[in-house]
């Protein structure tokens, strides 16, 4: 029988029922899914799943301790947001995403297709399939 194929291409390893927000979420509700889904970021979109931006973890937990300690209302994600993403499109090869990441410094990539969320690819996707390919290769 033959051996499956090892993925090559970013649709291959992507989560396509992904978590997102929209920027009127609560920097609160935001910190609330990220520690649910065990993400270290969400895509931020608008109402037609076009990105428009991203916040990750790091960005908010400043944030969540004011709102505990001091009874601040937390903003909402627009306000805090980053506009420019780093985002791939589902056909790009996981080698050249692994490749990118060595300089590049985000732990979650939306992937999109035409301006639209079509799903995430975390680090620990792009190394599970990488060595995925090279057990295949080892053993071809």
Same mark, same amino acid.
């Given at each position: 029988m033959p051996h499956k194929a090892p993925p090559?291409?970013?649709? #291959?390893?992507?989560?396509?029922?992904?978590?997102?927000?929209?920027?009127?979420?609560?920097?609160?509700?935001?910190?609330?899914?990220?520690?649910?889904?065990?993400?270290?970021?969400?895509?931020?979109? #608008?109402?037609?799943?076009?990105?428009?931006?991203?916040?990750?973890?790091? #960005?908010?937990?400043?944030?969540?301790?004011?709102?505990?300690?001091?009874?601040?209302?937390?903003?909402?994600?627009?306000?805090?947001?980053?506009?420019?993403?780093?985002?791939?499109?589902?056909?790009?090869?996981?080698?050249?995403?692994?490749?990118?990441?060595?300089?590049?410094?985000?732990?979650?990539?939306?992937?999109?297709?035409?301006?639209?969320?079509?799903?995430?690819?975390?680090?620990?996707?792009?190394?599970?399939?990488?060595?995925?390919?090279?057990?295949?290769?080892?053993?071809?």
């Open positions: 090559s291409i970013v649709r #291959d390893i992507m989560s396509k029922d992904c978590y997102r927000v929209s920027g009127k979420t609560s920097i609160s509700t935001l910190a609330e899914g990220l520690a649910l889904h065990r993400l270290p970021g969400a895509p931020v979109v #608008d109402n037609g799943d076009h990105l428009i931006g991203f916040i990750s973890e790091q #960005d908010v937990l400043g944030k969540v301790i004011e709102s505990l300690y001091l009874d601040h209302e937390a903003p909402l994600v627009h306000e805090m947001m980053r506009n420019e993403v780093l985002s791939v499109s589902p056909t790009k090869s996981i080698v050249d995403l692994a490749q990118e990441m060595l300089g590049a410094k985000p732990k979650v990539y939306p992937v999109t297709e035409q301006g639209r969320l079509v799903g995430i690819v975390t680090r620990r996707d792009v190394l599970t399939a990488v060595l995925t390919m090279r057990r295949h290769q080892r053993s071809a």
